[in-house]
């Protein structure tokens, strides 16, 4: 298979005149983690992420209110915070190259660029996620679950979950009781939608006493999306697509167990695909595999 296949076509873009707070925008009601970054010329200038409005998102615990935080994001070009090094792809590339880039570079996207330099599309995590629902039944989430874990207690802050996301290069991070049974999960894009970690206006130590006394219980996701270790891992790949969310907590009863992300995903695709197991059809029977039913793992831990 190759990029061209799979790609998204139907881009959101942002001129690089725009602000900060337009693509800010624009992920929150589109509910995605990338928007490339054209010129007037329609040719790709770098791309802005969830992690560059996160970091320069002004709380409004640090003592700005939502509409002044706006106020600041409206005044940030995008070209003072996109990243330039972009890697990109052609559309004539195969999806196993593609998923080489994403895995090597720790990146979630890959701007599809064609010959004469136009940007024609897009290929995430989560379209080798959608690939991944079609895994072999017999490959069970523990064969792909991340089982070495950073978590977080009650006792923990805002500020050792920053820390720990920035330094791992993680987006999810379990909260937990002291006998490892989960109580929810802070994101990524959790800490965007509240405003959270400012690196441009709260600096030094008065951001950092802030952020020690944001409490998990205060900030982490109670409604947790799990899966038990023996499920399909195309059950996991589902439930990450139907919840647009980046990863599913594995557990026993409430008992943690792990973490399977969208990388892990696209990870397990990339080994069944070299071997000749994902994405392909008999040539003497050629119909598409149904995907698999989620079952009772698509039900959702609600913990109060």
């Known amino acids: 298979m190759k990029v061209k296949d799979v790609m998204t076509r139907d881009l959101f873009v942002i001129g690089d005149w725009n602000k900060l707070l337009d693509a800010k925008r624009i992920m929150g009601w589109a509910k995605i ?9 329609g040719r790709l200038k770098g791309i802005v992420t969830l992690r560059d409005i996160l970091s320069a998102s002004v709380t409004s615990r640090a003592g700005l209110a939502d509409l002044d935080s706006d106020r600041y994001l409206a005044d940030i070009y995008l070209s003072r915070v996109m990243s330039r090094d972009v ?27 064609e010959s004469d330099g136009r940007l024609t599309g897009i290929i995430t995590e989560g379209d080798f996620v959608h690939l991944a629902i079609q895994l072999p039944s017999s490959l069970e989430v523990s064969a792909a679950m991340s089982t070495e874990l950073w978590t977080v207690e009650s006792s923990s ?3 050792f979950v920053d820390e720990v996301m920035k330094w791992a290069r993680i987006r999810h991070v379990p909260y937990v009781d002291p006998n490892g049974n989960l109580l929810g999960i802070i994101s990524h894009r959790d800490l965007l939608s509240m405003s959270l970690s400012s690196l441009l206006e709260c600096k030094g130590s008065a951001r950092d006493r802030f952020m020690r006394n944001v409490k998990m219980s205060d900030c982490a996701r109670k409604d947790v999306v799990t899966i038990s270790p023996s ?24 008992k943690l167990k792990g973490i399977v992300t969208q990388a892990d995903l696209v990870r397990q695709w990339r080994g069944h695909e070299i071997s000749g197991y994902a994405g392909r059809q008999s040539e003497d029977s050629p119909q598409e595999r149904p995907f698999p039913a989620a079952g009772p793992v698509s039900a959702r831990l609600q913990v109060t």
Not at 33 to 38: D, S
Not at 95 to 107: M, V
């Open 231 to 254: 499920e399909p891992l195309g059950s996991a790949a589902l439930l990450m697509e139907r919840n647009q969310i980046g990863a599913v907590v594995v557990v026993e009863g409430r």
């Open 87 to 113: 890697k990109t792809v052609g559309p004539e590339e195969t999806l196993h190259s593609a998923s080489d880039l994403i895995l090597k570079n720790r990146i979630g996207c890959l701007p599809v660029i």
């Open 157 to 159: 802050n805002l500020l």
């Open 33 to 41: 983690r990338h928007v490339p970054v054209v010129g007037k010329d």
